[in-house]
């Protein structure tokens, strides 16, 4: 449940608890009343609740007007211990008694209490059929309602019969009800504290518990878990949200380490590709100095060999540079609008000589349209011809080394496409060899090296291009790398 909702439910259980508990109090004074009704044969109100005076007056109306229709039919009657005996049992049930005083004199007592101070205190006999004001209230110690019927018996002698109320009957029901409702109350408060705090603590802790838990665990790089809740509010939800966040982290983690893997991996490789021509460089400047090209036709080969292997290297630190800009996004473009024929052929003519100085058999095709444009950077397009090619050369194991480059119209765009006759790459190779860092020859004693880096550049940049590039290749027969890049038209021009 959402916290909008929870809230609105606490808001209604806060107002439906009053009405809960004013029912409860109903229910209660219904209780009581029954008690009443039974105890004292009367039937109260709410309003009459508190009127002990009424609710005793009532409870002993009918059995004082029974003595009273007995006095005038049989006054004599009043005297017989059975009679009164049964008269008292009617009101013991009502919590009151019956005390009947002749001469002043105690006959009967319907209680077995200490009477002394109540007889002290009973109100004297009155002249026979004075019954206008039949109950007082006697205070002081005793406290009790009394009922008096005064009689005058055959042989003239005075009698009086108390009906004997003592308040504290009355007292003992009224307290038990406002205890009764005070419990209730109480029950009904700590019941809805109780709920409405497990609620809250499973809706709201129990979530953020977890948060707190997963918190600490990231914060010791540990990645490998799961917050599982179930519910749909907005804790959840977050909770959701750091779940994710937690899953961003652990993959920019595993990107991190595979990152850091990649680059040990290629400073090893870097420092394995310059330290051979670095070595082939030192040989033959010592063969220079120590006079072993003592012909012009040595010397010329060692002096051209040299700036082979100067060229290697400074073609690898270009590389690095170009790989820095790529992860900072930083890449100096110069899109320009360039002739595809006369920038292939001019690439060509440059690719032929570097090709004859390392004795490898160059040819060159272009069949597309003079004058057809292309928006390219070229100083960056070269870089891709040359890492292709390059790297073509790198792994040839043949005696006889061959490279092609082909560029011919492609609809919308112009394709260029590089052969060699190399050992060929396995299918299983093809689709990661633009990857960074992949290598398919994986030794490190491998005399061809490699970064790893090369091809994943030539990827960047035709992409950047907004061109495409691919691999072709047949097991010891060669490779062909493919490569379009959109033609200039019209509509580029307004957009520009």
């Known amino acids: 449940m959402k916290l909008r909702n929870r809230l609105i439910v606490a808001f209604l259980i806060i107002i439906m608890v009053p009405f809960l508990m004013f029912g409860i109090i109903m229910l209660t004074f219904t209780r009581y009343r029954v008690v009443v009704q039974n105890n004292y044969g009367v039937s109260i109100s709410l309003d009459s609740i508190t009127d002990s005076v009424k609710i005793i007056s009532n409870s002993t109306q009918e059995s004082f007007e029974t003595l009273q229709a007995q006095a005038d039919e049989d006054v004599e009657v009043l005297l017989n211990p ?41 109100p004297a006999f009155r002249e026979e059929g004075d019954t206008a004001d ?9 406290q009790a309602f009394v009922r008096q019927l005064d009689v005058v018996f055959a042989d003239g002698s005075e009698g009086s019969i108390y009906i004997i109320s003592p308040v504290g009957q ?16 109480v029950v009904i408060l700590v019941i809805t504290a109780f709920l409405m705090i497990v609620w809250i603590y499973t809706g709201v802790n129990v979530p953020l518990k977890k948060l707190s838990e997963a918190t600490n665990r990231i914060k010791e790089k ?9 519910g749909h509010d907005e804790i959840s939800m977050l909770c959701r949200d750091f779940d994710d966040m937690r899953r961003q982290l652990k993959m920019q983690e595993e990107e991190k380490d595979s990152f850091d893997r990649q680059s040990k991996e290629l400073i090893s490789n870097i420092s394995h590709d310059l330290k051979t021509p670095i070595t082939a460089v030192k040989g033959y400047v010592e063969g220079i100095m120590d006079g072993v090209a ?40 110069n899109f320009n609008k360039i002739d595809a024929v006369e920038y292939f052929d001019d690439c060509a003519e ?36 040359n890492n292709i090619i390059g790297n073509s050369i790198k792994y040839m194991d043949k005696p006889k080394k061959e490279v092609q480059l082909r560029v011919f119209d492609a609809g919308d765009y ?3 496409e590089i052969e060699d006759n190399g050992k060929g790459i396995e299918n299983k190779d093809l689709v990661n060899i633009f990857d960074r860092f992949y290598r398919t ?56």
């Open 441 to 496: 020859d994986l030794s490190r004693n491998s005399s061809q090296g490699g970064s790893g880096i090369g091809l994943s550049i030539v990827r960047k940049i035709i992409e950047d291009h907004g061109g495409r590039i691919w691999a072709t290749s047949k097991i010891g027969e060669g490779t062909t790398m493919h490569f379009v890049i959109r033609k200039y038209a019209l509509r580029d021009s307004a957009k520009q």
């Open 82 to 122: 059975a009679y009164l005996e049964a008269r008292n049992a009617e009101l013991l049930e009502r919590y009151s008694y019956l005390v009947v005083m002749v001469d002043e004199e105690l006959y009967y007592c319907g209680t077995e209490d200490d009477v002394t101070t109540l007889l002290e205190n009973l």
């Open 350 to 385: 440059e690719v032929g000589l570097e090709m004859h100085e390392r004795e490898v058999r160059f040819s060159y095709i272009n069949t597309v349209e003079i004058g057809t444009l292309v928006i390219a950077d070229a100083e960056q397009l070269k870089r891709v011809i």
């Open 222 to 230: 540990d990645f490998d878990f799961e917050i599982e809740v179930k």
């Open 134 to 142: 039949s109950s007082v209230y006697i205070g002081e110690e005793t």
């Open 170 to 185: 009355i007292v003992q029901q009224t307290r038990k009800l406002l205890q009764d409702l005070v419990i209730a109350v």
């Open 294 to 333: 003592d012909t012009p036709e040595k010397m010329d080969r060692y002096i051209r060999t040299i700036y082979i292997k100067a060229n290697d290297m400074d073609r690898l630190i270009n590389e690095l540079t170009f790989y820095s800009k790529i992860d900072t996004n930083r890449i100096p473009y």
């Open 414 to 416: 112009v394709q260029a």
